[in-house]
């Protein structure tokens, strides 16, 4: 396999670049800046500082408050960040600005990583999750770049996957400088796939340490005074196949609630269109967030086809079920709405998230279901019964401030590789170890 991940790779780059040209139909922003995934890109920081690699939105959320403690602490210190997605990549641009370099990850290809790299010549890499890509790591480590993979997640089906070929991976995984893993589960699973036991630490997840704005909290408020008291629940970050569950799941509700709202958020932009017409065709009525046009008592759908947003229609909601989770996609993350006292409900597909989604059912913070019907049910029961709501809500938000503290040992341990600030410096400049 060694000898074949490359070729193999190289084999499959003209379907790659076929793939994005077919997504750029959907969804124009596929088709931008496509030169940036082959390691083409103007501009660069100055060397020697950090890269983050965070996938797309839920990711950049994620290490915000990172790259917030080193812009703070270290306002000189080189900060790139990387994504995989359009709607990532937008994200980035709205919460930091001109604040870091941005450009897309490029594919695992030696050339492409090298032009990279050579560019950005970073002497930290932080990489979210599971991005785990074996020509990166082999020219990170070639080069004297340390690797630091943050809120790592294994799921025991990507175990299994990556176990078929345990003799390549457990080489890419002793690349790996440190892993910050959020449960004790998923550093068993490092270790077992190559990682050196030493080198694996759990830390949590940073996800828990996800903090509300003030903003959010004020937008929310004024939509539920124009929205007023109906009854609200919000289906987020719903995929393929997912929304006619869902509209099922409503129409069931409308029948015992019939002033109840459904907000609908799909989870990427280029399937907004076909969302609209399957609630049309539906026969529900439709109000787009898109429109600007007035959510009124006899809407019975808002389609949220907006950017950023997901936190304030959370925020606005009774009940919130949590998308890629009826299809087999692993689930999305459920602590946005724990984290504003919302109760949780989730399909059976959560492996990308079994120890949060275990977690919330433990602790009377969520339930499963599975379909439909059973969905519908649940959301019409906990509608009607403003106390339940309400315990499961509070259950919810205190698991998610008794689990806070991740974010404050992965921040040690990049500090770690970081020259600490001079005492008193706070504000001031710091750099890297070399």
């Known amino acids: 396999m060694n000898y074949l991940y490359t070729p193999l790779l190289y084999l499959l780059l003209p379907l790659v670049l076929l793939r994005l040209s077919w997504r750029r139909i959907k969804s124009p922003d596929y088709g931008k800046r496509w030169r940036e995934r ?190 007023g008291d109906r009854p609200v629940w919000v289906a987020a970050s719903t995929h393929e196949g997912e929304e006619e569950q869902v509209l099922a799941a409503h129409r069931q509700i409308l029948k015992q609630i019939p002033g109840a709202l459904l907000v609908l958020v799909p989870r990427h932009p280029d399937r907004f269109e076909r969302v609209a017409g399957l609630v049309q065709k539906a026969g529900f009525s439709l109000i787009r967030r898109s429109s600007e046009q007035a959510c009124g008592q006899h809407t019975q759908v808002f389609l949220g086809d907006s950017m950023g947003e997901l936190p304030v229609f959370l925020g606005v909601a009774d009940v919130a079920f949590i998308g890629g989770s009826l299809v087999a996609v692993g689930g999305h993350n459920m602590l946005e709405a724990a984290a504003q006292g919302v109760p949780v409900i989730f399909g059976p597909h959560v492996f990308n998230f079994s120890a949060i989604a275990r977690l ?63 005492p008193g410096s706070e504000g001031k400049a710091g750099g890297l170890r070399q």
């Open 38 to 227: 082959l390691g083409w890109f103007s501009g660069q920081p100055a060397a020697g500082g950090v890269w983050i690699h965070a996938v797309s939105v839920g990711e950049v959320q994620a290490i915000e408050p990172l790259v917030r403690h080193l812009q703070n602490t270290r306002p000189q210190l080189p900060i790139t960040v990387t994504t995989s997605t359009p709607t990532g990549s937008e994200r980035v641009r709205l919460l930091f600005h001109e604040g870091v370099f941005h450009v897309y990850y490029p594919y695992d290809l030696p050339g492409p990583v090298s032009r990279f790299l050579d560019r950005v010549q970073p002497s930290l890499l932080v990489m979210v999750e599971t991005e785990i890509w074996p020509n990166m790591l082999r020219q990170c480590d070639a080069r004297g770049i340390s690797t630091l993979l943050a809120n790592g997640r294994l799921s025991a089906r990507s175990a299994r996957r990556y176990g078929y070929l345990k003799g390549f991976f457990k080489r890419v995984f002793a690349l790996i400088s440190a892993v910050a893993a959020q449960s004790e589960a998923d550093a068993q699973r490092f270790v077992a796939l190559g990682a050196p036991g030493e080198r694996v630490k759990v830390t949590g997840s940073i996800k828990f340490d996800m903090r509300i704005p003030a903003s959010v909290q004020e937008q929310t408020q004024v939509v539920r005074r124009v929205w």
């Open 360 to 422: 919330l059912r433990d602790r009377e913070a969520a339930v499963m279901v599975q379909g439909s019907d059973a969905l519908g049910e649940q959301v019409a029961a906990w509608l009607q019964d403003a106390s339940e709501r309400s315990r499961i809500g509070e259950n919810g938000r205190q698991v998610v401030e008794q689990n806070r503290g991740a974010l404050q040992h992965l921040i040690a341990m990049v500090d770690g590789y970081i020259e600490p600030p001079m």
